[in-house]
């Protein structure tokens, strides 16, 4: 059975979770099948993280065929074996690089069912684990070999990943501090382009690499940390926050995010290749999710100048946008080896704004399709066909999406209720004036009370400059959102009748 989970776990999670070379690990999977009782703890532990990852990336209707059992008791079988494994190799004490490989690839297949809390226990712990083992400084700082040095840097990497995931899911700072850090990112090649014993390392491509889908992972993180630490603004002369300087920040990151895209997913389209339309549908819902990050924290306080109507009109496109991206890849059958991840990073920024919106929105076609998004993630969210109507109609722990605890969906449902009702008192269209094309500002106070879970804030809260910059003066708040790449992009759906394989 080990080549049998080997094989889904290449075809299904190595293309988007780049932590092993594939060449250097194969031989070392097929010694182990003529030699399990003689295994060296790490391997052992190793080669259980892989059939965890094999197992929670296959779809549940194939895992009987593949495996023999179902998927829950595959996920309680070889989360159990892998806990174990890991603790015979000395997990806390270890800085075996491949243990803490090991560690990281259970860590991103962990997410499908583990809940918030032991994830951001955990995310530290990985973050450790890679600091004592030196992986957050360059390789080619200790002289080490070029292969070496590549794949430290995409262990690292990945763990930059799962600490920005973990942060923004739990609501706090990142474990990881930026100015201790010099990992270089890894370069967008194609495993065949990396050779152990090689003396220099290939030049880096364009377009289309086994790497793709990790590059844009690593390029958002690093984004997103990015916008993390900038302040939130400042107080000017009218006692009032001012945010254009923080705005300004932020849309600078988000612009070099874009022009990273730009230079490496998009130079070279291959919208015929399920991996590159996956990628592409991915790159754009992180790119419009950096904006509702980059406005979220403004959302109900008093700015000086306001928030546009042009910008709300922004923001809420692109949370629509978000979310049918998402849904789309959740369904789509090209994209099926590959749509656990994304069952596994439910887009809660776009989902909040929408039905924060739609408290305030009750008519039009986008607020049309805004509801229509949502009944799609409820409907698709629920796990047994046999669920209560109350259970079909809001979001609860009978879901494929997310693993948040009851009370943490509790704030998600009030927004539900107050969205539905906004709606069902609403006059008819005809007589609604001015409701969202006119110039009028939104402040703090015209949205609905959320208080919830901290994974519904940014973390920048605190991050508050109490200082009065010379440069902040009263006035109309500029609108910083710019159009993603993908908006004159191919027709994505041309890919739908295609059909991928496990």
Request: aromatic share 10%; proline share 5%; net charge negative.
């Amino acid at each position: 059975m080990i080549p049998v989970y080997w094989h889904a776990y290449k075809n299904n999670f190595d293309l988007v979770v780049k932590v092993l070379h594939v060449g250097t690990i194969e031989p070392l999977v097929f010694a182990a099948v003529e030699s399990v009782e003689h295994l060296a703890a790490s391997t052992e532990a190793l080669l259980f993280a892989i059939y965890f990852c094999a197992v929670v990336s296959t779809p549940a209707e194939r895992c009987i065929d593949l495996f023999g059992y179902g998927k829950d008791e595959l996920f309680a079988r070889y989360t159990f074996a892998a806990q174990q494994a890991f603790t015979k190799a000395g997990l806390l004490e270890s800085d075996e690089f491949i243990v803490v490989q090991a560690f990281t690839i259970y860590l991103t297949a962990l997410r499908f069912r583990s809940s918030l809390k032991p994830l951001w226990t955990l995310t530290a712990l990985a973050v450790r684990l890679a600091q004592n083992a030196g992986l957050h400084r360059d390789g080619s700082a200790f002289n080490l070999p070029p292969f070496e040095s590549e794949l430290r840097r995409r262990l690292w990497w990945n763990i930059r990943v799962i600490d920005s995931r973990a942060s923004e899911d739990s609501g706090y700072d990142s474990a990881i501090r930026l100015e201790n850090c010099t990992t270089r990112k890894p370069l967008n090649v194609n495993h065949a382009d990396l050779i152990p014993g090689m003396d220099v390392l290939p030049p880096e491509r364009t377009g289309c690499t086994d790497m793709l889908f990790s590059i844009i992972r690593f390029e958002a993180a690093e984004a997103s940390e990015q916008m993390q630490v900038i302040p939130m603004g400042s107080f000017g002369p009218c006692g009032k926050l001012h945010i254009a300087n923080s705005l300004e920040k932020k849309a600078q990151c988000i612009a070099n995010y874009q022009k990273r895209l730009q230079q490496v997913v998009f130079a070279e389209a291959s919208p015929d290749n399920p991996f590159y339309w996956y990628t592409a549908i991915v790159a754009r819902i992180i790119l419009s999710k950096l904006w509702l990050i980059a406005y979220h924290p403004y959302l109900r306080l008093d700015i000086c100048g306001g928030i546009s109507a042009e910008t709300r009109e922004a923001l809420f496109s692109k949370a629509i946008c978000i979310v049918e991206s998402q849904l789309l890849l959740y369904t789509g059958g090209p994209t099926q080896n590959w749509s656990w991840l994304c069952v596994t990073h439910v887009q809660w920024y776009a989902i909040t704004y929408i039905l924060v919106e739609l408290c305030r929105r009750t008519h039009g076609e986008r607020v049309e399709a805004a509801w229509k998004a949502v009944k799609a993630v409820l409907q698709f969210g629920t796990k047994t066909p046999s669920a209560s109507n109350q259970q079909r109609e809001e979001f609860s722990t009978n879901t494929q999406l997310g693993v948040l605890d009851e009370s943490e969906y509790q704030p998600l449902n009030k927004l539900l209720a107050a969205a539905r009702l906004a709606r069902a008192n609403a006059p008819p269209q005809h007589q609604q004036t001015g409701e969202l094309g006119d110039d009028s500002v939104v402040r703090g106070d015209t949205y609905p009370v959320f208080e919830g879970h901290e994974s519904f804030t940014v973390n920048q809260s605190l991050h508050m400059d109490q200082r009065a910059e010379a440069s902040n003066f009263c006035a109309p708040l500029h609108s910083y959102i710019f159009n993603d790449p993908l908006e004159a992009s191919p027709d994505w759906g041309s890919l739908t009748s295609q059909e991928t394989h496990t």
